[in-house]
């Protein structure tokens, strides 16, 4: 079960590190061919841009579950409050200051 769990994880790091990499490097590789054309199309590549944030997002949904998943499974109460309370603080404050910058 764990060890489904990490390919699962290793395969979204590895997804939201590729697309990251393509998003930001891609756009500085073709600017100086395409010109005038990114002053066009500038609003169309920055709304692109911040859609490849949501690897990144799905990748610390993933990893609050799966750490949530492991909380839930000690048999202890302290143990599971001590994994389970910081995750959920950390994933509503990422959530409310995404919200807060306007994204």
Not at 55 to 81: C, D, K, N
Request: proline fraction near 5%.
């Amino acid at each position: 079960m764990w060890r489904r769990n990490w390919i699962i994880l290793a395969a979204l790091v590895t997804h939201g590190v590729i697309w990251q990499t393509l998003s930001l490097w891609l756009p500085e590789v073709l600017k100086p061919f395409l010109g005038w054309w990114l002053l066009i199309e500038g609003p169309a590549l920055l709304l692109s841009w911040g859609m490849s944030l949501l690897p990144i997002f799905v990748i610390a949904v993933s990893g609050v579950l799966l750490l949530l998943e492991a909380a839930i499974r000690q048999r202890h109460v302290l143990v599971r409050l001590v994994l389970a309370v910081p995750l959920v603080l950390w994933w509503l404050s990422w959530g409310l200051l995404s919200i807060a910058a306007g994204g």
